[in-house]
C-alpha cells in the first residue's frame, strides 16, 4: 500500500516545533512519508543543541513525485534562513522567512495534488501583526476559501467555536444564523466524510445560563430559532448553557460542542484532554492540522515539551 506524503512546515523558528518533531520521528513509526520544510541552517543548529541526530536529505521542491524518500532520513526542503544561535527571541525577523516557507508549501500542496498539511506555531503577534485573527483565518485566505471552521479535535468530544481569536466585545455583533450555519455544515460534512458518522452535536448559549438582561436578548432571538431550524436536518440540539455542558454525564452525549467564542469552549476541552486535542481547519480542499498549543519560548532549548498533540496530529494524517 502506498502512502500519500505528509508535509509540514516548522513555522516560527524559536519555537518548540523541531523539539517534538526530533521526539516523535525518534520513537514512532509512520507509514505516510514525512517532508518537512524549514531551514537546514535552523535545523543543523537545532539538533545539535538537542542532541538528536538522523541523516537529512534535500529534496527540491518541484517533481516531489518523480522523487525517492522515505522516513529513513528527514526528507527536507530547505528555506533561506540565518538564524544567530539555535534559539532566538521571537520578533518580526523571522516572518520574511515564516511566508517564504507557507507559500512554498501552498505551491507545493496544489502542484502535487497533497491534501495531508500540517504547521507548526506562529507568533499572532509578529507574524499575524493584526492582518488575520489567526493561522486558520491566514490559510483560508491564502486559498480563497470563505467558509471555514476550527474544529479542536479528540476523538471523545471536540469543539468548535463560532468566533476565533476575536476580542470579547465584539463577538456579539458576529453571532449570526448564517454563520452558525455553516459552521454546523462544516462539522457534519467533515465527521460523514472521515469517520462515517453523523455527529451529535450540542450548541451553546451566548450568556450565561442563556439569559440576559438585555431587551435584545441573541440566545432568544438568534440561536434558539437558528437550532430549531439546523435541528430539521441535522443531530443538533440547544442552546445550553456553557457552565454545565461540560459536566461527565452531559459531554458523553455529545460528539462536538459549539460555542460562540473562542475560550468558551477551548478552556474546557483543555482542561479535560490537555494535550491530546488537534486544531483542524474545516472547509479546505485539504486536511490542514497543526498542534493545539503555541510556540512556547520559555521552553526553547530545555527539551522538556509534550509531543503528544503533534504526534496526534501526524497520526491522524498517517491513518487518512
Same mark, same amino acid.
Given at each position: 500500500?502506498?502512502?500519500?506524503?505528509?508535509?509540514?512546515?516548522?513555522?516560527?523558528?524559536?519555537?518548540?516545533?523541531?523539539?517534538?518533531?526530533?521526539?516523535?520521528?525518534?520513537?514512532?513509526?509512520?507509514?505516510?512519508?514525512?517532508?518537512?520544510?524549514?531551514?537546514?541552517?535552523?535545523?543543523?543548529?537545532?539538533?545539535?543543541?538537542?542532541?538528536?541526530?538522523?541523516?537529512?536529505?534535500?529534496?527540491?521542491?518541484?517533481?516531489?513525485?518523480?522523487?525517492?524518500?522515505?522516513?529513513?532520513?528527514?526528507?527536507?526542503?530547505?528555506?533561506?534562513?540565518?538564524?544567530?544561535?539555535?534559539?532566538?527571541?521571537?520578533? %518580526?525577523?523571522?516572518?520574511?522567512?515564516?511566508?517564504?516557507?507557507?507559500?512554498?508549501?501552498?505551491?507545493?500542496?496544489?502542484?502535487?495534488?497533497?491534501?495531508?498539511?500540517?504547521?507548526?506555531?506562529?507568533?499572532?503577534?509578529?507574524?499575524?501583526?493584526?492582518?488575520?485573527?489567526?493561522?486558520? +483565518?491566514?490559510?483560508?485566505?491564502?486559498?480563497?476559501?470563505?467558509?471555514?471552521?476550527?474544529?479542536?479535535?479528540?476523538?471523545?468530544?471536540?469543539?468548535?467555536?463560532?468566533?476565533?481569536?476575536?476580542?470579547?466585545?465584539?463577538?456579539?455583533?458576529?453571532?449570526?444564523?448564517?454563520?452558525?450555519?455553516?459552521?454546523?455544515?462544516?462539522?457534519?460534512?467533515?465527521?460523514?466524510?472521515?469517520?462515517?458518522?453523523?455527529?451529535?452535536?450540542?450548541?451553546?448559549?451566548?450568556?450565561?445560563?442563556? +439569559?440576559?438582561?438585555?431587551?435584545?436578548?441573541?440566545? +432568544?432571538?438568534?440561536?434558539?430559532?437558528?437550532? %430549531?431550524?439546523?435541528?430539521?436536518?441535522?443531530? %443538533?440540539?440547544?442552546?445550553?448553557?456553557?457552565?454545565?455542558?461540560?459536566?461527565?454525564?452531559?459531554?458523553?452525549?455529545?460528539?462536538? %460542542?459549539?460555542?460562540?467564542?473562542?475560550?468558551?469552549?477551548?478552556?474546557?476541552?483543555?482542561?479535560?484532554?490537555?494535550?491530546?486535542?488537534?486544531?483542524?481547519?474545516?472547509?479546505?480542499?485539504?486536511?490542514?492540522?497543526?498542534?493545539?498549543?503555541?510556540?512556547?519560548?520559555?521552553?526553547?532549548?530545555?527539551?522538556?515539551?509534550?509531543?503528544?498533540?503533534?504526534?496526534?496530529?501526524?497520526?491522524?494524517?498517517?491513518?487518512?
Amino acid at each position: 500500500m502506498s502512502y500519500k506524503p505528509i508535509l509540514i512546515v516548522a513555522g516560527e523558528p524559536n519555537s518548540i516545533f523541531l523539539e517534538i518533531f526530533f521526539k516523535i520521528i525518534s520513537k514512532k513509526k509512520i507509514k505516510s512519508p514525512i517532508i518537512l520544510i524549514t531551514s537546514k541552517t535552523l535545523l543543523d543548529l537545532q539538533m545539535q543543541k538537542l542532541n538528536f541526530k538522523k541523516k537529512i536529505k534535500l529534496l527540491k521542491p518541484f517533481n516531489l513525485h518523480d522523487q525517492k524518500f522515505d522516513n529513513k532520513t528527514i526528507n527536507l526542503i530547505d528555506v533561506k534562513y540565518n538564524p544567530k544561535k539555535a534559539f532566538e527571541k521571537i520578533s %518580526v525577523r523571522s516572518n520574511i522567512f515564516i511566508e517564504n516557507s507557507f507559500k512554498l508549501a501552498f505551491k507545493i500542496i496544489k502542484e502535487n495534488n497533497f491534501y495531508k498539511f500540517i504547521n507548526g506555531p506562529i507568533s499572532k503577534k509578529y507574524f499575524l501583526k493584526k492582518k488575520f485573527l489567526g493561522m486558520t +483565518e491566514y490559510i483560508s485566505n491564502k486559498f480563497m476559501i470563505k467558509k471555514t471552521a476550527m474544529l479542536i479535535y479528540n476523538k471523545n468530544l471536540s469543539v468548535c467555536p463560532i468566533t476565533t481569536h476575536l476580542p470579547l466585545k465584539l463577538v456579539t455583533k458576529k453571532i449570526t444564523k448564517k454563520i452558525i450555519k455553516e459552521k454546523i455544515f462544516l462539522i457534519n460534512d467533515f465527521y460523514k466524510k472521515n469517520f462515517n458518522i453523523i455527529p451529535k452535536i450540542a450548541i451553546l448559549g451566548l450568556n450565561p445560563h442563556c +439569559e440576559s438582561i438585555d431587551r435584545y436578548n441573541k440566545d +432568544e432571538k438568534i440561536i434558539k430559532p437558528c437550532v %430549531v431550524s439546523l435541528s430539521k436536518k441535522y443531530r %443538533v440540539s440547544g442552546p445550553y448553557p456553557a457552565d454545565t455542558i461540560f459536566l461527565k454525564n452531559n459531554r458523553k452525549k455529545f460528539d462536538v %460542542v459549539v460555542g460562540m467564542y473562542h475560550d468558551q469552549v477551548l478552556t474546557p476541552l483543555k482542561t479535560l484532554y490537555e494535550y491530546d486535542a488537534i486544531n483542524i481547519t474545516l472547509g479546505l480542499p485539504f486536511l490542514r492540522i497543526s498542534p493545539d498549543h503555541g510556540p512556547n519560548e520559555k521552553m526553547l532549548g530545555k527539551n522538556l515539551s509534550n509531543p503528544l498533540s503533534l504526534y496526534k496530529a501526524i497520526n491522524f494524517l498517517d491513518k487518512n
